[in-house]
């Protein structure tokens, strides 16, 4: 039964130049350009921890390779393969089309080949390695953060969290249906920063994608490069979604600087580089704002608008209360 779903993926995967033998085989075979690196990761995705239980099996199959995308763009590499471990509860083909319309549909946006994976019954849970390519010497690193740095993030942040929230609450004071659709889309199909990772290569210091919250990816960053970042809370970038929500400062800044899922790029750059940060901000098409500063010591401090030190909610999670 599992043949024929193999066939089914085998069927709609895109060739490249560089995949000399692709599914259906014992391995694929591989041709990496002379002189690069390859970067490598892999990130699963179960049902109900990473997506939630009603999510659609296309924007399951967007998320499960955006995840892995935006590792890659975190290092500024290229992305180039990918491998897919499925592990499915019924042999459901209907399912596994819609899966790949989300998977193989981002996938053709970023020129990337599945080819290869598994394929096993057993609950839901998605398996992906990415490989991408990076010139020797210019991955961006967590550890490479240094005194006087900026720190930056691109897009918005807190959108995803705010989704997340949403599907918990009890459904007074709902936003407008479009609203909560833009946050959803947010939560459901995150658009990893490629261009903006390859872009930012000999001008970041430092970079992470944000998955986990801000605050605790910056906080690798730190730890990683035995450094101290400080950050404004009020300056985080909001969408106009997360805007007309009109939540208090309380809330709004639990989603944004904690909240998670936003598979945004946080990156340091020195100031003298703040031209070449909006250079690569506009060769890549994303916005990119300035949210604080690195300095010699260890930690990471989170400041308000008005210069008071902001402490997260203690609970990992979000809720909304009418
Ligand atoms: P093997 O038993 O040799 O591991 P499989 O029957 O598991 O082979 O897989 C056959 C071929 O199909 C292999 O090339 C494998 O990489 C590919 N494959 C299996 N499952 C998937 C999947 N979910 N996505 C992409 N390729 C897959
Ligand atoms: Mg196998």
Not at 105 to 122: I, K
Request: glycine share 10%.
């Amino acid at each position: 039964m599992e043949f024929d779903l193999i066939a089914r993926i085998r069927a709609r995967a895109a060739a490249r130049a560089d995949v000399v033998l692709g599914i259906g085989d014992d391995c694929a075979l591989l041709q990496p350009p002379a002189g690069m690196q390859l970067a490598v990761t892999a990130d699963t995705l179960n049902a109900g921890v990473h997506f939630p239980q009603d999510s659609v099996p296309g924007d399951i199959g967007w998320k499960a390779l955006a995840v892995n995308l935006s590792d890659l763009a975190a290092m500024g590499a290229v992305p180039v393969w990918c491998l897919l471990s499925l592990s499915l509860p019924t042999s459901d083909e209907s399912w596994v089309d819609a899966f790949l319309d989300g998977f193989l549909g981002l996938a053709a946006m970023h020129n990337v080949a599945l080819v290869g994976g598994d394929t096993t019954r057993g609950p839901l849970s998605i398996g992906v390695t990415a490989h991408g390519l990076v010139a020797p010497g210019s991955a961006l690193r967590r550890n490479d953060a240094r005194d006087g740095d900026d720190v930056w993030v691109s897009g918005q942040l807190g959108d995803a969290a705010a989704a997340l929230a949403l599907i918990s609450a009890d459904g007074t004071n709902a936003p407008p249906a479009a609203v909560a659709a833009a946050l959803r889309a947010r939560l459901d199909r995150p658009e990893p920063r490629v261009a903006l990772g390859q872009a930012l290569a000999g001008v970041a210091n430092a970079c992470i994608d944000v998955s986990d919250g801000l605050l605790a990816d910056l906080g690798h960053v730190c730890a990683a490069s035995n450094v101290a970042a400080r950050i404004n809370v009020d300056a985080l970038p909001s969408s106009a979604a997360l805007d007309a929500l009109g939540l208090g400062a309380g809330l709004r800044r639990a989603l944004q600087a904690s909240g998670g899922d936003d598979y945004e790029l946080c990156f340091t750059a020195p100031p003298a580089r703040r031209e070449a940060v909006a250079a690569a901000a506009a060769a890549a098409d994303v916005a990119v704002t300035r949210i604080g500063s690195i300095h010699a010591s260890t930690g990471l401090q989170a400041w308000d608008a008005d210069g008071v030190e902001w402490t997260p909610p203690r609970s990992g999670y979000v809720h909304f209360s009418s």
